[in-house]
């Protein structure tokens, strides 16, 4: 192929300037947008010049509009503070750039971006003003559509986020010996987070919380499903089994295994992780599953906080996944608590992590305070750490063995 640049001729101007004038009325016939001259020099400054452009825009004939002022397109529900900054603009003989409603000749509106410069003289001194129109009418109504739809929307996600919160345990309760508290903190209206206190047969509870990978409407409606599922509300279908003598309660690693094949990750797009356990509410006695989860902590009655065991795969990654239970009991004064990785991983200015490190030592700072409160100031730190701007949710649950 030639490569060689082409000779271009020279772009030429037409030899007179009748020609000259005559291209630029052609060219200014045919441009989409209204041009328009007012003098500036005349009382109320009228137009002495408008395009056919202005004319298809407006419906008014070019020759009915001479030696008028062009407010006579604004009506009844023109924005008064848009009339306003036109009127100081050329007070001050200053460009501007406004959009306002106007009426067609028939009445109808349409909205009308319309720039104002000032023309000098030789001199300096302004003699006329150019006006420029553009219907952008559509882009108006697009704009309105989206905004009433985005409100339609945040309004139904505030709607789900009540939803999805009044599926929560109460804040705190005793049940025997064991007091429950959690902290529920969704980084947007919707969590991907869930908690759950199930009451079961013989005085155990069934504790979960699972934490849906990703964010926003997925995460959440799968996490609200297995909230449901896993509520007292749905029969604690996947807690209890109907034995001969009676409801057993389903061992965890089953639970976890039957999740696991019900939720598989490429139908659902998504997986989660879970900690999920049953504990006696008397004794202390609780065995659990961790899928992919960070591990609970025991806080002791006395000592240092430390992680319990952790193995198991998120929930949905594997079709044949299998779950190994763990034991741990708490003795009385001993609490148990359980977080989501939204607590660890949040970010301060500098990109560092929380960390579990600093999240262990938080759990033994409110060691003393009441069980819910010490929670809200747990997650209170996280909150301070990342400056308020959580990036994942944080959620918390605790259960401390009071006698
Ligand atoms: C060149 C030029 C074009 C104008 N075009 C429009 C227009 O298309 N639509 C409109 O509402 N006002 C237009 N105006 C503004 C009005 O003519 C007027 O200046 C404005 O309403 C403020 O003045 P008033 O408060 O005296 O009405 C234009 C003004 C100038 C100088």
């Known amino acids: 192929m030639d490569h060689t640049p082409r000779q271009m001729a020279a772009p030429e101007r037409p030899d007179s300037v009748a020609e000259w004038l005559a291209l630029k009325d052609r060219a200014l016939a045919v441009a989409a947008e209204g041009v328009t001259i007012a003098d500036a020099r005349l009382p109320d400054r009228p137009l002495i010049y408008a395009n056919e452009g202005f004319e298809r825009m407006t419906g008014y004939p070019v020759a009915e509009v001479m030696g008028r002022n062009c407010r006579f397109l604004q009506g009844p529900d023109t924005d008064a503070s848009a009339v306003a900054e036109i009127r100081s603009a050329l007070a001050d003989c200053r460009a501007c750039v406004v959009e306002i409603l106007n009426y067609r000749q028939d009445r109808t509106t349409f909205w009308n971006r319309l720039s104002i410069t000032p023309v000098r003289d030789g001199s300096g001194e302004v003699t006329h003003f150019i006006g420029i129109q553009s219907d952008v009418t559509a ?16 309004q139904d996600l505030r709607l789900a986020a009540r939803v999805q919160q009044a599926l929560l345990p109460p804040p705190e309760f005793d049940a025997g010996a064991l007091r429950v508290a959690h902290a529920f903190h969704p980084c947007d209206d919707l969590a991907g987070d869930a908690v759950g206190v199930v009451p079961l047969t013989g005085d155990r509870l069934a504790i979960y919380v699972l934490d849906v990978s990703g964010h926003g409407v997925g995460a959440s409606l799968l996490s609200f499903t297995l909230a449901h599922l896993l509520s007292p509300a749905a029969g604690g279908v996947l807690l209890t ?39 006696d509410t008397l004794s202390g006695r609780f065995e659990y599953v961790t899928a992919g989860h960070p591990a609970p902590v025991v806080l002791p009655r006395e000592g240092a906080p430390f992680p319990v065991e952790s193995a198991g795969l998120p929930v949905g990654m594997l079709d044949d996944a299998t779950y190994a239970e763990s034991t741990l009991t708490l003795e009385p004064g001993d609490r148990l608590y359980f977080y989501t990785d ?35 100031a747990i997650a209170a730190d996280v909150q301070a750490w990342c400056g308020g701007r959580l990036r994942d949710d944080v959620s918390l649950l605790a259960v401390e063995r009071f006698r």
Do not use: H, W
């Not at 003598?245 to 659902?268: C, I």
């Not at 929380?354 to 069980?371: I, K, N, T």
């Open 139 to 154: 882009r108006r109504l697009a704009e309105d559509a989206l905004r009433v739809s985005k409100e339609t929307l945040e």
């Open 241 to 279: 089994e109907d034995a001969s003598a009676g409801p057993v309660v389903v061992p965890p690693a089953r639970v976890a295994e039957r999740l696991n094949r019900q939720f598989p990750m490429d139908r659902t797009r998504q997986y989660f992780t879970l900690v999920y356990g049953v504990i």
């Open 342 to 376: 939204g607590a660890v991983e949040a970010l301060d200015a500098n990109e560092a992590e929380f960390g579990q490190e600093r999240l262990l030592e938080a759990m033994a700072s409110v060691r003393d305070r009441p069980l819910r409160a010490g929670l809200e």
